[in-house]
Every structure is written in C-alpha cells, then in structure tokens.
C-alpha cells in the first residue's frame, strides 16, 4: 500500500510509513490529524517536521513542483517513489518573445545535492532576466553567461564544505526561430515533431568518452556506463558546457527533462512517441509534462523526475499561474 503523505509504497502489514513514519490507518491511508507518535498536526513546525517527536509529517513544498508561464510553455518536477527528497530544480523565463529553460538534477552521491540544484536554476534565472533586458545580446553569448553564474553559484557552496554540492544542469534558450542549447552533465534536450525527434545533448558520461566508446557492448551495458564525467560543481573535471545552435524549421516541441525521465524510454523515437502520445486533444504543456511524470512514476519512479516543455510555434493568447 501506498502513504497518502509521502506516497512511498509499504508492505500491506505495515502500521508506519518507511518513508515518513506516519502512521498508517486500515486501508492504506495515513493518518491526516495525527502525527506517528500521537501528536496533533498543530504541533507541526513550519518545515513540516512534528513539534513532538521531530518525525516529517508533511511533505516539503519541493517534493513536487509545477510551474506553467504559458499554455505552450510549462514544467513539473517531481520526487518520485524511491528517493526521500526531490534533488531536481527547474526554471522557466519569458521576455521579448524569447524564451529559456533550464533543468538542474542534483548528483545524489554528493552531499546537499538539492542545494547544488536550487543554487544553479536560482543564479541561471538571474543571469536569464539579466540578458532578456538586453535583446540584442546573442543566445550564445548568454547562454554562456547563464551557464558560467551557475556554476560560479555552485562552486561558491563547496567552498564551504568539505565535500562539494554538484548537479547537472541543461538550457536553452528560443529566440527568432533559433534554438541554443548549452549542457554539462546528462539531463538531456529533446526536439521532437510528432512521432519523430532528436536528441540535441549527448551525455556527459563514460559510456560518451574514449573509452567508452571503445569498450564492448557488455560494458556499455553496465550501471558503470552511466557514471558523469562532468558536472557542475566545485570538484568538477571540466565545468566547459557544450553548447549547440540550430534553426527551428517548422513546428515541434523542446523537451529538456532529468535522467529521471529518459532512463525509462531512453530511445528517442520513444522519447517522442510518448510526447506525442501524451499531447492529447486540449492538453496544455503542462498536461503534458504531468503526464511524462506520471509515466516515470508507473515505471517505478526509482529517481526525481524533471520535464520541461516549450511548444513552438507558441501562443501567447493565455496565460496560466503555476
């Protein structure tokens, strides 16, 4: 059975959540007025945590995010069912019909990883603003700038520590038919058109060096072939993004989403059968990113999931809170 609070899955015996440990009523539910150890929610600290016994009671407000700036241009980011706290991060801005996004996933083998996340999207959306005020400034060039404060604002967290925050990190910004992605890590871009598509990211990871490349498919196969050979973060390799330009021709959809996501439909032709599965007649973009984040979380959701979505062309017509 699944806790209603945390919605991390138990044995059907259990009388506490393994997640939260709140207790758990008959029928799989938790307990909505009572904390665990007996004490009324009221108890209950601004950061969700019991004022009785110090257990969380409350998911925290990051744990699933949503935001929607247009009907054409949303994203959710979401903890999944496996992991105690969502590590992922995401922003979206929009200025004189341009448009960026950017897709953090904190590295969960370092230490506050959602800090790392939160520290990298919060310094890019400045960066972001700075340069929408400045339109004859070049995607490229900004882009570059956005990558470089966030980094900076990473590194400045392992200065502190004796271990450094890291996190991936991916954006890009839509400008006059012109798409400009930059990336360090393995959270990816998409451009998809109905049930085609691209890739426009390749990983940062072993299986994309040298000797990767070179190694057998048994290698390939490994969990090993995965591991990050960039990041962002004070102890990072090489913090140089790759950044990419291409013309947009035509309609289609930019999908920027954490490994959360991909690791359950890595092939592209998946990737954007599943969009466009998912673009049903009168889904918005966040629909949309809901529904992508829904089918991690059927998968079994073992990571945080993060999908941003962009349309284009985009209708301005309406706008939506998030």
């Known amino acids: 059975m699944q806790c209603r609070l945390c919605e991390t899955p138990n044995?059907?015996?259990?009388?506490?959540?393994?997640?939260?440990?709140?207790?758990?009523?008959?029928?799989?539910?938790?307990?909505?007025?009572?904390?665990?150890?007996?004490?009324?929610?009221?108890?209950?600290?601004?950061?969700?945590?019991?004022?009785?016994?110090?257990?969380?009671?409350?998911?925290?407000?990051?744990?699933?995010?949503?935001?929607?700036?247009?009907?054409?241009?949303?994203?959710?980011?979401?903890?999944?069912?496996?992991?105690?706290?969502?590590?992922?991060?995401?922003?979206?801005?929009?200025?004189?019909?341009?448009?960026?996004?950017v897709v953090c996933d904190g590295v969960s083998m370092s230490p506050d990883a959602d800090e790392a996340a939160t520290a990298a999207v919060q310094s890019a959306l400045e960066a972001i603003n700075e340069g929408f005020s400045q339109p004859e400034t070049a995607e490229i060039d900004l882009l570059r700038s956005v990558i470089r404060k966030a980094t900076q604002a990473v590194a400045e967290l392992g200065k502190r520590r004796t271990e450094a925050p890291a996190t991936t990190l991916v954006a890009a910004i839509v400008k006059n038919n012109r798409l400009t992605v930059g990336w360090i890590g393995d959270s990816r871009a998409y451009w998809?058109?109905?049930?085609?598509?691209?890739?426009?990211?390749?990983?940062?990871?072993?299986?994309?060096?040298p000797a990767g490349r070179e190694a057998n498919s048994e290698a390939q196969k490994t969990a090993d072939a995965h591991a990050l050979t960039r990041w962002v973060g004070a102890d990072s390799p090489d913090l140089e993004p790759e950044i990419v330009q291409q013309p947009i021709n035509g309609a289609g959809?930019?999908?920027?989403?954490?490994?959360?996501?991909?690791?359950?439909?890595?092939?592209?032709?998946?990737?954007?059968?599943?969009?466009?599965?998912?673009?049903?007649?009168?889904?918005?973009?966040?629909?949309?990113?809901?529904?992508?984040?829904?089918?991690?979380?059927?998968?079994?959701?073992?990571?945080?999931?993060?999908?941003?979505?962009?349309?284009?062309?985009?209708?301005?017509?309406?706008?939506?809170?998030?």
């Open 11 to 101: 044995p059907d015996d259990n009388l506490f959540c393994e997640g939260c440990g709140t207790r758990i009523a008959a029928g799989g539910t938790a307990s909505s007025d009572l904390c665990a150890c007996g004490a009324a929610l009221s108890e209950m600290d601004a950061e969700g945590f019991c004022g009785s016994c110090g257990r969380r009671v409350k998911p925290p407000d990051s744990d699933h995010i949503e935001l929607s700036l247009l009907p054409d241009f949303a994203g959710v980011s979401d903890r999944g069912l496996r992991h105690h706290r969502n590590e992922d991060r995401f922003v979206l801005a929009t200025a004189h019909n341009a448009y960026a996004l």
């Open 192 to 209: 998809l058109t109905g049930i085609d598509g691209t890739q426009i990211t390749r990983d940062h990871s072993w299986q994309n060096s």
């Open 253 to 322: 959809q930019l999908l920027l989403c954490s490994d959360g996501l991909w690791n359950y439909t890595d092939d592209t032709k998946e990737m954007a059968a599943l969009v466009a599965s998912a673009n049903a007649p009168g889904a918005d973009a966040l629909a949309v990113c809901r529904t992508l984040v829904e089918f991690a979380r059927t998968k079994g959701g073992h990571d945080n999931i993060t999908a941003a979505i962009l349309r284009h062309p985009v209708s301005e017509n309406q706008s939506h809170g998030g």
